[in-house]
């Protein structure tokens, strides 16, 4: 699984740190000694420390703040699903969730008054996979000649801990997504609930209520 992430207004990467400061002062400015740091990290926290370190050590806390957080934020994602028991579609899988992702970003940017980015930042993996991205960027340029604002984007890759806030969003959007599709029991789902208001376009059928047991 994996998401591309774009603000919707050009100041909602702003809104999305002044929100998080605001949680913050809201709970007091809580120091790295707060309870539940020295748990095992939640899968919400090993995706994006920075915005679920306000409630660390509580999972529900975490994905219910994040979920509002991310429902405030004024952006839109599109995410790519591909089967790891599928040979044929786990080969180059980076490269294709790239284009199909972009492919999303495209239809978007054909509603009116839409001014596209300029800047795609992805967390670095090997440099292999990287390279492997670059060409499928360079690749899907040709392929779609027709759009401007390929000519401009430019794909650079975050290789510092310390991520952006939008690629710990991205990485969280994607996870949610990921844990969706593989859990056999979502229940209430705040989150991936949130997650879905902000799809461009979505890959994922809902799936259906267990039938309660008599």
Request: glycine share 4%; with cysteine.
């Amino acid at each position: 699984m994996q998401s591309l992430c774009w603000p919707a207004l050009p100041t909602a990467w702003i809104d999305l740190t002044h929100a998080l400061h605001a949680l913050w002062t809201g709970r007091g400015n809580p120091g790295p000694h707060v309870p539940g740091l020295d748990r095992p990290p939640t899968w919400v926290r090993t995706c994006a420390p920075q915005l679920a370190a306000p409630f660390a050590g509580t999972v529900a806390a975490e994905e219910s703040s994040i979920a509002t957080l991310l429902a405030r934020t004024p952006m839109r994602a599109a995410i790519s699903v591909f089967d790891s028991r599928d040979r044929k579609a786990t080969h180059g899988t980076s490269q294709q969730a790239l284009s199909q992702c972009l492919s999303v970003y495209d239809q978007f940017l054909r509603t009116p008054l839409q001014q596209s980015c300029t800047l795609l930042v992805s967390r670095s993996q090997t440099e292999a996979v990287d390279q492997q991205c670059l060409e499928e960027l360079g690749r899907y340029r040709t392929l779609m000649p027709e759009a401007s604002w390929l000519r401009d984007l430019q794909l650079q890759f975050w290789n510092e801990t310390l991520e952006p806030l939008p690629l710990e969003l991205a990485q969280v959007v994607a996870a949610s997504a990921a844990r969706h599709v593989l859990a056999e029991d979502t229940g209430n789902d705040p989150l991936f609930e949130a997650i879905l208001t902000k799809l461009a376009h979505n890959p994922i059928q809902r799936r259906r209520s267990a039938p309660k047991r008599r």
